[in-house]
């Protein structure tokens, strides 16, 4: 039955109801194609939203660069600052809606869709308090000047110009806004392609940025296909720099679509994170938080540690309590209250994920819970851990973004050896180290190859904390300064007085 027989607030009602347009130059436009979005929990359509190609991508940088060099390239601080206020003050007011296209569109529980809502606000709220901070230097003038005591240099932080964002589905909302608010800070503007598979959200926010009063151009919104709208604006000569956040693969194909003007590039990719649980972890601590580095959001999540390193003097004990709450956790709807894991986003996705599970105990790994779909519509996977894991298999070398843990049974305490399997993986995003022993915690996080590593749990990203991959993860940093700092250009001045 439609959402499982669970109700939706009259406004999220009315808006899967409207017409889902293109948002280009303060417009909605016809796009020139159209797709259906599923409720992947049920596997029902919930409404059809407009698509749009290289023509449309061309009218959304040309809508994007005239408010870049006019409006929004001249607004003042206080202003751009007021504005990115006030859509935050919006999307407040329409918190409800935004959790709830979350949680339809892409499945995730309540529990994760409230946060990101609150989370993203939070997020618009910190780069509109930022743009005041955004400070040049003064630097001594060089030699050759005639006399340096009568020169000046110092530097300008500019925005650097029109930037392409795409956005994958698995956090749709919280992964559009955390590219859109440092690049609006900044002086950007945008066009934003949503995931194909997730669109509803952004579609929302596009409606709340009209209503806050953006001029027109400044966020332009093009849904459509990755190969399609994706590919049109990673290689568009007018975009000035692309930030992506999806898969290693489509990474590398941005970078060579890229290379036609030399945009600058922000990737942030895939992910095999590392958890590594000493012999005197807190167990009690342990359990419950090893388990949801695995199957937070179903497991579709970037940061997931999913390669689990376990003492042996602790593995049994471990793996026990582990299974017991992976066979606690309730899968259902997203707008169920009780549900701590969703759907897989979709058939394909979830055929590859029970792929990898047939693998695994096909290469010799002891399954010791889920390993199944639960027998309903949707594709609900139930938590799955194994043990007995070996380097080689690929349940422990490939990102299978899903709900499988592979635990590895670890004889050494020798800090470089724990490193050195830590590290084997091209990838290098997220990691949690496990241990009462904070000097055997920091110093094992030095040997970490990642950009974000935690100390007894795992995943603690925020909105001012830098997080980034090392690796085949990708390149830069989102949230904190860095964050900004991807969306602003350095240009030194100096003037002979
Ligand atoms: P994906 O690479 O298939 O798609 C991501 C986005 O890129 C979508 O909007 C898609 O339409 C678009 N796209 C696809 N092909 C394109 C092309 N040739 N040119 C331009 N755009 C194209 O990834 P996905 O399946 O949507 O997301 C899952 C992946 O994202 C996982 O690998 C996950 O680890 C990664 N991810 C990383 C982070 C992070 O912060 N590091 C966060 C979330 C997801």
């Not at 406004?11 to 797709?35: D, N, P, R």
């Not at 698509?51 to 040309?62: C, Q, R, S």
């Not at 690049?183 to 959200?201: H, I």
């Not at 199957?295 to 026990?320: K, P, Y």
């Amino acid at each position: 039955t439609r959402f499982d027989g669970h109700a939706i607030a009259p406004q999220t009602e009315a808006f899967l109801g409207q017409t889902h347009k293109l948002l280009i130059g303060g417009e909605w436009v016809e796009g020139s194609g159209e797709m259906e979005t599923l409720d992947p929990a049920t596997g029902l359509a919930l409404t059809t939203f407009q698509t749009g190609g290289k023509a449309e991508v061309d009218k959304a940088v040309a809508a994007a660069r005239k408010a870049f060099d006019g409006t929004w390239g001249r607004m003042t601080v206080a202003a751009r600052t007021a504005i990115l206020h006030k859509l935050a003050r919006i999307m407040e007011e329409n918190a409800t809606l935004l959790t709830e296209l979350d949680i339809l569109d892409n499945g995730m529980p309540r529990f994760i869709a409230g946060l990101t809502t609150s989370n993203v606000v939070e997020m618009i709220d910190y780069y509109a308090g930022a743009i005041m901070r955004i400070e040049g230097t003064t630097i001594a003038p060089p030699r050759h000047i005639a006399d340096e005591t009568e020169a000046l240099t110092y530097t300008l932080r500019e925005p650097v110009g029109v930037a392409g964002q795409i956005v994958p589905w698995n956090v749709p909302l919280s992964t559009a806004i955390l590219k859109m608010a440092p690049a609006l800070a900044a002086g950007c503007t945008v066009v934003v392609k949503p995931s194909e598979m997730t669109p509803l959200s952004v579609l929302a926010l596009g409606q709340m940025i009209c209503d806050a009063g953006f001029p027109e151009g400044v966020v332009n919104i093009v849904n459509g296909l990755g190969a399609d709208a994706g590919a049109a604006l990673s290689e568009h000569p007018g975009v000035d720099k692309i930030s992506f956040t999806g898969s290693t693969v489509t990474g590398k194909r941005i970078i060579a679509a890229s290379m036609g003007n030399l945009k600058r590039v922000s990737l942030e990719l895939g992910g095999k994170s590392p958890v590594m649980v000493m012999p005197d972890a807190d167990l009690e601590l342990a359990i419950p938080g090893v388990s949801m580095a695995t199957f937070f959001l179903q497991g579709q999540n970037c940061m997931a540690g999913t390669r689990i390193f376990v003492h042996e003097s602790i593995h049994d004990q471990l793996v026990e309590g582990l299974a017991g709450f992976a066979n606690s956790m309730t899968l259902g709807h997203g707008l169920d209250m009780g549900s701590m894991q969703g759907p897989m986003i979709s058939d394909a996705h979830s055929a590859k994920v029970m792929s990898y599970i047939e693998g695994a105990k096909a290469a010799g790994a002891t399954l010791v819970a889920g390993g199944e779909k639960l027998d309903r519509p949707g594709n609900f996977i139930r938590p799955t851990i194994f043990t007995d894991c070996t380097p080689d298999m690929a349940v422990t070398r490939e990102e299978i973004f899903g709900p499988v843990m592979a635990i590895q049974k670890v004889a050494t305490t020798d800090l470089d050896e724990l490193a050195a399997l830590a590290n084997d993986t091209p990838y290098g995003l997220s990691g949690s180290v496990w241990t009462k022993d904070l000097s055997t915690a920091h110093r094992l996080v030095k040997r970490i190859r990642s950009g974000h590593v935690s100390i007894n749990c795992h995943g603690a990203v925020g909105t001012n904390i830098p997080f980034g991959g090392y690796g085949e993860s990708g390149w830069g940093r989102e949230f904190g300064n860095e964050g900004l700092d991807a969306y602003l250009e350095t240009k030194a001045v100096t003037a002979r007085l």
